[in-house]
């Protein structure tokens, strides 16, 4: 089960910033947080001809990069549809005044907890579900390792 919200932040000025921040001490969603970043639009009120630019700084990666260029009479609005997964994220103006208007959906999932001793008898049936549960730990950790720009063999040496 998951809790979806609407999420909308207002950057005005240079240099002005939002954070958005995991909540990892939440019980009812210990796990899943992620942020989705649908559109940035630039205000009516926008200098015309001004450069707009927004910059996100994860805190997970530790990456700074821009996720638009906005210019009032030539771009107004981008669609990035970026997920940050787990990790806090901060906006910022870094170039022009806006106002630069940022929205998404701020998604929570519920993790839901299994005892694996109830049925002895679903064992037999296991097998094939096992391999099946394994493939995507691998895949999970193949990229995890590739956001670190190393690579599972590299670790090893």
Request: avoid cysteine.
């Amino acid at each position: 089960m998951s809790d979806e919200s609407f999420y909308g932040v207002t950057l005005s000025g240079e240099g002005s910033k939002v954070e958005w921040e995991v909540l990892s001490n939440d019980e009812d969603f210990p796990r899943g947080q992620k942020l989705i970043i649908r559109q940035i639009l630039l205000g009516a009120e926008a200098k015309e001809g001004e450069f707009n630019v927004v910059e996100v700084h994860t805190v997970k990666d530790n990456l700074k990069i821009p996720i638009a260029v906005l210019k009032a009479g030539e771009t107004r609005a981008v669609n990035p549809d970026i997920e940050f997964y787990e990790t806090s994220a901060t906006f910022t103006l870094i170039k022009g005044n806006g106002p630069v208007y940022i929205h998404g959906q701020n998604i929570k999932d519920e993790v839901e907890v299994v005892d694996m001793d109830d049925d002895e008898s679903d064992e037999e049936d296991d097998g094939e579900e096992e391999e099946d549960e394994a493939q995507p730990q691998k895949k999970k950790q193949k990229v995890e390792n590739n956001a670190d720009g190393k690579n599972a063999k590299n670790k090893k040496k």
